[in-house]
């Protein structure tokens, strides 16, 4: 018998045909849209007379510019009118074509990489696509979800397929018991220091190993929606028992004896014992501690404990990194100052990762040196989940602010941004020059990374809290 | 949009690895909602000093000398030679439509963003893979001589510039097709309606819960 990997099973599960010029339609189960990606391709459609093939299989919300603060002001509470109408904009074409939308005053409306798997929208074996990178999140659920681009977007509504060519396989494994204080994002961090940002390019990655089943599903997410930082255009993780627990009760999640078939079908949704990958790389997690970023790219990462790198002068790209970030070569991670902390984005806004963030913080206040700090939990009912369980409160009395969902400070489309030359402790993904403010610096962390961070002002090892 | 097989003009070096689409057009510019008049802001924070908005006039703006495409002798060209991993990072669309409204129409690298990549070609922009050491090579021949004439022969996948040996460049056989014949992807597409629902007939059978409700 032939031996498949889990991504090699998905693609041959969904291949609908090869077109004349050799490329392929693979047929995608679930869409995801927001305001940013999608008004051209609604406008797209319109041009050519089209509608959304299979209305049912989308789902909409708006997240990347949405205000954090005054939502019940609803539309009203959006300053910006460009940003107001990106959001209005989005409103009247899921209108128009009846697709089904968490609203901004939805209490599901959140980060569409949040709420996809909270609804049960997201379920194993799928091929999942949204206008956004960060969609391979969702290839925690052992699903083939990928980010696409506006005119991908209007081509997967008009036909319901996506035109791909197979990827390679790329194995990564992660063996072995994390030390106390190291969280799948520092795992995903320290795979992304390890490979490269381009590490993953042409590669699906499929994440195996104790590590990694140990994981929760929350640590799962974490750890995929990094794969596109690592260049790979989706990571999966293969569902297992803890997967189908996970998924069983959600809303749009399959009932009673389609459940039980849908199970059946995810359990054969492992790689085969003998399946052969293009590139494995393994991994020891005892060997991996909390990572920090110091540069301008998920790559430039170091250990907790280690310092930013003294470069060669001919180093173009890693001198421009530092005189952004504002570094001298050989400082120490635990030596860098901090002005701001931001919990959030679709790396870590879930509920575990408050739960997390929480327990550092409860009865401590942060450091006078913060200028601010705020959690923006990754959806409506994340949110009101952390505030039954009273994390809120614990947040508050350290001194956070405590807002409402959205993308927020990770790419500050909306009002949360960073001053010329802030650093920020953030838990979101991208280090990028100018992501999170105009001159702003970030720092990659986990959740207890920035929640220790913002105690003491600067970098800490939390595995000494 | 169909385009000629053979390119000409002037090109820029952009020595710099890992370029993402965050620089290439910054996040407040992907609050348009049109695909045209992106270019006066193709890589904002680079090249210009205050902060830039959608609307904001290049006559208001401050011009930041020493980024290259501000140099008098690049003013005017239309391909772009970058380092590794160009592109990578978001999926937004506007970078393509940027570098387009910018006159910019090929794109050369040692590897690209996957997405990035694919965007490009749906809008007609040609990108191009060759190995680091030739990317090394015209970086070195212009920092030397100021080299910036270029010609590129997309149906024999070749590269010409002046005191360079001839270069090859792979490319898939659609993506060059999809260029030169200026294929409507969705129409042709939807030329597989039959395949399509087939699929979906035995999707229905086989996984129910996907296209119920
Ligand atoms: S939270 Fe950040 S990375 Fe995630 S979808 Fe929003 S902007 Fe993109």
Known sequence: MSQNTLYDKIWEDHFVVEREDGSTLIYIDRHLVHEVTSPQAFDGLRQSNLTPRQVNTIIATPDHNVPTTERSKDLEGIKDPISKLQVVTLNDNCDEFGINQFKLNDERQGIVHVIGPEQGITLPGMTIVCGDSHTSTHGAFGSLAMGIGTSEVEHVLATQCLVSQKQKNMLIEISGKLQKGVTAKDITMFIIGKIGTAGGTGHVIEYSGDAIENLSMEGRMTLCNMAIEAGARAGMVAPDDKTFEYVSDKPFAPKGKDLEEAINYWKTLKSDPKASFDKIHSFNAEEILPQVTWGTSPEMVADIDDSVPVVKEDNKTLISALNYMGLKPGTKIKDIEIDQIFIGSCTNSRIEDLRAASRILDGNKISKNIKRAIVVPGSGLVKKQAESEGLDEIFKSAGFEWRDAGCSMCLGMNPDQLKEFERCASTSNRNFEGRQGFKGRTHLVSPIMAAAASLEGKFMDVREL | ?213
């Not at chain 2, 040609?126 to 015209?138: P, T, V």
């Open chain 2, 1 to 213: 949009m169909k385009n000629s097989n053979l390119y000409s003009g002037e090109f820029a070096c952009l020595e710099k690895a890992n370029v993402d689409t965050d620089q290439i057009i910054p996040k407040q510019f992907l609050k348009s909602i049109s695909k045209t008049g992106l270019g006066p802001y193709l890589f904002d924070a680079w090249r210009f000093l205050d902060e830039g908005f959608l609307g904001k006039k290049p006559s208001d703006r401050k011009i930041n000398p020493d980024f290259v495409l501000n140099k008098p002798s690049y003013l005017g060209i239309n391909v772009l030679i970058a380092d590794d991993n160009f592109g990578c990072g978001s999926s937004r669309e506007h970078a393509v439509w940027a570098l387009k409204d910018f006159g910019i129409n090929v794109v050369v690298a040692p590897s690209f963003g996957d997405i990035f990549f694919n965007n490009c070609f749906k809008n007609g922009v040609l990108a191009i893979k060759i190995s680091q050491d030739k990317i090394n090579e015209i970086f070195s021949q212009q920092n030397q001589n100021s080299q910036k004439q270029i010609e590129i022969d997309l149906i024999n996948q070749k590269i010409k510039i002046p005191n360079i040996k001839l270069i090859d460049f792979e490319i898939d056989d659609f993506r060059k097709n999809c260029l030169l014949e200026g294929l409507d992807d969705i129409g042709f597409s939807l030329k597989y309606e039959t395949e399509i629902s087939n699929y979906e007939n035995k999707l229905k059978q086989l996984r129910p819960w996907i296209l119920n409700e």
